[in-house]
């Protein structure tokens, strides 16, 4: 819930301008160009992360803007650096039960249901004990939805960074995760001098 219950998820790609060097719109030759979309439905809710567009996702509120700029307030998911390859063979026990890897970023209408815990386990309850991926997973939950729609909804985005990892020493008794940076877009009133 992003300053607001109705939420949408915007996938952002940056692309080097299409004008050439000297022309009034790319005087510089540095110019680039910001493609925005709206994920609509759930069977694009799995996205993957793609290092040459520099893609970039951002939660937004359906119904709040920035005072100046118009644009939705929301957050900003930072993924650059975090998100690896998943390297665990399709057709093994791991690529199997934990499909979650195969997407950067997952996007999935809420289901409350109290007695089953609604879609709080998006790589199923009880995966140590799969070999399969299990009913209740993201990537069921975005083929079951299908055509629903996944704009301006309650919505669960879920993050998948850092799925390699090389165990070493440091990583004893606890493995420290750094943290995911998820900056404001759109909601400041003022320049934000924060550490």
Not at 117 to 141: C, F, I, N
């Amino acid at each position: 819930m992003v300053d607001g219950l109705l939420n949408s998820v915007v996938e952002t790609d940056v692309l080097p301008a299409s004008a050439e060097y000297g022309s009034p719109a790319n005087f510089a030759g540095n110019a680039f160009e910001v493609r925005d979309r709206v994920l609509r439905l759930a069977s694009e809710g799995a996205r993957e992360w793609d290092a040459s567009t520099d893609r970039r996702w951002r939660i937004v509120s359906t119904g709040r803007r920035h005072y100046a700029s118009g644009q939705p307030t929301g957050y900003a998911i930072g993924v650059k650096g975090g998100a690896t390859a998943a390297l665990p063979r399709a057709d093994g026990w791991v690529g199997r039960r934990a499909t979650f890897v195969r997407n950067a970023v997952w996007v999935v209408r809420e289901r409350e249901d109290a007695r089953e815990g609604g879609r709080m386990w998006p790589s199923g309850k009880y995966v140590p004990q799969a070999r399969d991926e299990p009913v209740d997973s993201l990537a069921r939950w975005v083929s079951d939805d299908g055509e629903e729609s996944i704009e301006g909804e309650d919505v669960l985005v879920y993050v998948t960074v850092g799925t390699t990892h090389i165990p070493r020493p440091e990583d004893w008794p606890v493995y420290v995760l750094p943290p995911l940076p998820l900056p404001p877009f759109s909601f400041s009133l003022g320049v934000f001098l924060g550490s």
